[in-house]
């Protein structure tokens, strides 16, 4: 093993004992149709008088964040808007949030929408905690510390699982990196898991937030270390009911037990990716929404085969036993036949959900920024099965470009 490769596992190896005695929570989960009924009484419970409600053009225009809006003002719980958040958040979104936070009197926050506004609500929340500090300051490992302002998260896509996890990603308006915060304060205090808010969402954000939830199950499962028992179960859980139930909401957007099942999912995905680290796979997405504003799960999309397949035999004793949990083979399948059968399944839930094998906007110039900066994402912090040097990196970029 090259000397660095050793001087990352030896880096997982201590991080790993330290993280095991880190105080993780998980946001309490409040589940089931109706469930943003409950809002209100939890911002006033924990005494919130004001609350900052972040959200999207979409989901405004959707009325999905109206319906929530409505909910606050019968219960009379007074708030504050930004509804401009755009996809891939940026420095600048998280600036105005803060700044509308502070000039309107808010003291907790209410993000409804997927991983960019959740995102973009944690960035403003960690200022509120550290005002002092830019919010590129706050890029990397726990930065922010301490309680933050009570946040509810409700998730209108089953993907990112933002609303349990210590991350929040943020593009710098002015370099267009897309770095990550990570801090056990950012972990929401309560996440809304209510069916009904993504009924209405359109099909090619069902695929690609899913396939989203799909890759942090499966990069969590891989990982060389950093899991737990529980990170394990709710990893193999989260692929399960994804393999259940994706082709289905895909089909069938107005099936509330399958919307509710893969809202599950994502949740738990978000567990086991918040304790166990993503991987390559994600380095590589995120230099895509950075660079080209690809979308977040779309990029994952893609990329999830053939890394998958570029690992090789490393993984497939494990991807071995997702493809078991997925019902895409048995005790009796060797390990090898399963692992290629769970690949075989991801490429064809992409064609089937027009998902395309590649993309054809990575321009040349790009590729040694991209791959500079996933290297830094991956290293040594993600507990990758495989370790990628530049030579190989180079390789599977040029696989993901057609
Ligand atoms: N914090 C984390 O742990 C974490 C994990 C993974 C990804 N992310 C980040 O999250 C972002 C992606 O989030 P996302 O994939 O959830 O998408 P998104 O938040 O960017 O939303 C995508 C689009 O979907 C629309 N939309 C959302 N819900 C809808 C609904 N119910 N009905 C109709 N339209 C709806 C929105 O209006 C928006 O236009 C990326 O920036 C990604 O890097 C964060
Ligand atoms: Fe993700």
């Avoid at 929040?168 to 990196?177: E, G, N, Q, R, V």
């Avoid at 950075?290 to 004793?317: F, R, S």
Wanted: glycine share 8%; with cysteine; aromatic share 8%.
């Amino acid at each position: 093993m090259p000397a660095v490769n050793a001087w990352y596992r030896t880096f997982q190896f201590f991080f790993n004992l330290g993280a095991r005695v880190l105080p993780w929570r998980k946001a309490l989960p409040i589940k089931g149709a109706g469930a943003i009924k409950k809002i209100p009484g939890i911002l006033a419970k924990d005494g919130v008088t004001r609350a900052m409600v972040v959200t999207d053009p979409g989901l405004m225009a959707a009325g999905i964040a109206p319906r929530i809006l409505e909910v606050l003002q019968e219960q009379d719980m007074p708030y504050t808007l930004y509804s401009e958040v755009q996809p891939n958040p940026t420095t600048d979104m998280v600036n105005e949030i803060y700044d509308l936070y502070c000039s309107s009197g808010c003291n907790g926050f209410v993000a409804i929408g997927g991983g960019s506004s959740m995102d973009a609500a944690k960035g403003a929340a960690a200022r509120v905690k550290r005002p002092r500090k830019t919010i590129q300051q706050f890029k990397g490992l726990f930065k922010v510390l301490g309680r933050i302002a009570p946040f509810v998260a409700v998730p209108t896509t089953a993907g990112t699982g933002s609303e349990t996890t210590i991350a929040a990603l943020i593009t710098d308006s002015a370099t267009h990196h897309k770095y990550s915060i990570m801090d056990l304060s950012l972990i929401p205090h309560y996440a809304i898991l209510d069916p009904e808010l993504t009924l209405g969402l359109p099909p090619h954000i069902t695929s690609t937030t899913g396939m989203d939830a799909l890759t942090h199950a499966v990069e969590a499962y891989l990982c060389w270390t950093y899991n737990t028992a529980e990170s394990k179960r709710f990893a193999l859980d989260a692929t399960a009911l994804i393999a259940r139930n994706l082709e289905l909401v895909y089909q069938d957007g107005g099936n509330v037990e399958a919307r509710g099942e893969m809202l599950e999912a994502a949740y738990k995905a978000g567990f086991a990716f918040t304790r166990a680290g993503v991987g390559n796979i994600h380095a590589i997405a995120h230099t895509l929404g950075g660079l080209y504003n690809t979308p977040h799960g779309l990029a994952n999309a893609v990329i999830l085969p053939i890394v998958l397949e570029d690992y090789g035999t490393k993984v497939h004793g494990k991807l071995a036993t997702l493809a078991r949990v997925s019902g895409l083979a048995d005790d009796t399948t060797p390990d090898e036949a399963a692992a290629k059968a769970f690949i075989w399944n991801i490429k064809y839930l992409n064609e089937h959900m027009q998902i395309p094998a590649g993309f054809d906007f990575i321009k040349d110039e790009d590729v040694e920024q991209m791959i500079t900066w996933a290297l830094k994402e991956a290293n040594p912090l993600y507990p990758v099965p495989v370790i990628y040097n530049r030579e190989r990196w180079r390789r599977v970029i040029e696989k993901i470009r057609v």
